[in-house]
Nanobody, 126 residues
Framework: EVQLVESGGGLVQAGGSLRLSCAAS????????IGWFRQAPGKEREGVSC????????YYADSVKGRFTISSDNAKNTVYLQMNSLKPEDTAVYYC???????????????????WGKGTLVTVSS
């Protein structure tokens, strides 16, 4: 059974940094898109950043461009989200998710994701 387990969330002051990790187990797909989504209280879940294994392409939401970076370590089956210059509006539960059917980074949308982690909370104080 595929499992995605997030870690690295926490409380940070505005302007600070955090690195989220998503460890994938039993993940044997050759082509996939994997990425990060977030959901703030009272808001819909949104795609933050996705990565495609087939061509290495990436997607970033406009709100995080230039501040967040997605990367992967295939040897560790882990995907990371480096978050710099954090803002209070980045406060949310961050989820790792994977799409093993379409596998296109720009299709970084909840409806296309096949597997989800349970999330990790990121709180940015002002």
């Amino acid at each position: 059974e595929v499992q995605l387990v997030e870690s690295g969330g926490g409380l940070v002051q505005a302007g600070g940094s955090l690195r989220l990790s998503c460890a994938a187990s039993e993940f044997t797909f050759d082509d996939y898109a994997i990425g990060w989504f977030r959901q703030a209280p009272g808001k819909e879940r949104e795609g933050v950043s996705c990565f495609s294994s087939s061509d290495g392409s990436t997607y970033y939401a406009d709100s995080v461009k230039g501040r967040f970076t997605i990367s992967s370590d295939n040897a560790k089956n882990t995907v990371y989200l480096q978050m710099n210059s954090l803002k209070p509006e980045d406060t949310a539960v961050y989820y790792c998710a994977a799409d093993v059917e379409i596998a296109i980074a720009t299709m970084c949308d909840s409806e296309f994701m096949d597997y989800w982690g349970k999330g990790t909370l990121v709180t940015v104080s002002s």
